[in-house]
């Protein structure tokens, strides 16, 4: 019986790292071999390219992103408590793997135009909770796409900043004034 291999959970920590300070075109497959300690080739044994290398960690990161805010969402009753929901479930994702998240949250605009998967993504989910709120009259009716985008921004900016290190501690550790400022947005009118 073959032992798993050590070596992929490497080759993605030491791309995620190359990756987030240098970006996806800086980084070489040569570096990230030489970062995780495992051979060229080993890359090419997991990943096709180092773009799919890229591609995979990010809708990793993504699809998980958004099963957890759908999830936390269908579980809370009324909008606040699903507001709250999902800022802990974006909380939750930032603090597992907090590279990882930065890296996802850094190559937001170079992926989602070929990200395809029929609005199963946070932004989308967001916007369909929304959507029913609004129309269950629990905030008053806008446009869901723009509450939505100010909704998360709440949340996106406090990470940026904090990958910034302009703010200290965990996402959970700011989940409560996060959640405020989206219930804020989701009222304002």
């Given at each position: 019986m073959s032992r798993p291999s050590t070596a992929k959970p490497r080759i993605d920590a030491a791309a995620i790292t190359l990756f987030t300070q240098v970006g996806v075109d800086g980084a070489t497959t040569k570096e990230i071999a030489a970062l995780a300690g495992v051979s060229e080739g080993?890359?090419?044994?997991?990943y096709k390219s180092k773009d799919e290398l890229a591609i995979t960690l990010f809708?990793?990161?993504?699809?998980?992103?958004?099963?957890?805010?759908?999830?936390?969402?269908?579980?809370a009753r009324g909008i606040d408590a699903k507001a709250?929901?999902?800022?802990?479930?974006?909380?939750?994702?930032?603090?597992?793997?907090?590279?990882l998240f930065v890296?996802?949250?850094l190559s937001l605009h170079r992926f989602l135009p070929f990200y395809q998967e029929d609005g199963q993504d946070p932004v989308s989910v967001v916007e369909n909770i929304l959507k029913r709120a609004m129309m269950d009259c629990e905030?008053?009716?806008a446009d869901p796409r723009v509450v939505a985008a100010m909704a998360i921004?709440?949340?996106?900016?406090?990470?940026?900043n904090r990958a910034y290190n302009r703010i200290d501690g965990s996402m959970t550790a700011h989940a409560p004034l996060m959640t405020a400022a989206?219930?804020?947005?989701?009222?304002?009118?």
């Amino acid at each position: 019986m073959s032992r798993p291999s050590t070596a992929k959970p490497r080759i993605d920590a030491a791309a995620i790292t190359l990756f987030t300070q240098v970006g996806v075109d800086g980084a070489t497959t040569k570096e990230i071999a030489a970062l995780a300690g495992v051979s060229e080739g080993a890359i090419y044994r997991h990943y096709k390219s180092k773009d799919e290398l890229a591609i995979t960690l990010f809708m990793g990161v993504h699809r998980r992103l958004s099963t957890l805010v759908a999830e936390a969402a269908a579980s809370a009753r009324g909008i606040d408590a699903k507001a709250a929901a999902i800022v802990s479930a974006y909380c939750q994702v930032a603090d597992e793997n907090w590279p990882l998240f930065v890296f996802h949250m850094l190559s937001l605009h170079r992926f989602l135009p070929f990200y395809q998967e029929d609005g199963q993504d946070p932004v989308s989910v967001v916007e369909n909770i929304l959507k029913r709120a609004m129309m269950d009259c629990e905030v008053e009716p806008a446009d869901p796409r723009v509450v939505a985008a100010m909704a998360i921004g709440a949340i996106v900016q406090t990470a940026q900043n904090r990958a910034y290190n302009r703010i200290d501690g965990s996402m959970t550790a700011h989940a409560p004034l996060m959640t405020a400022a989206v219930k804020a947005i989701l009222h304002a009118r």
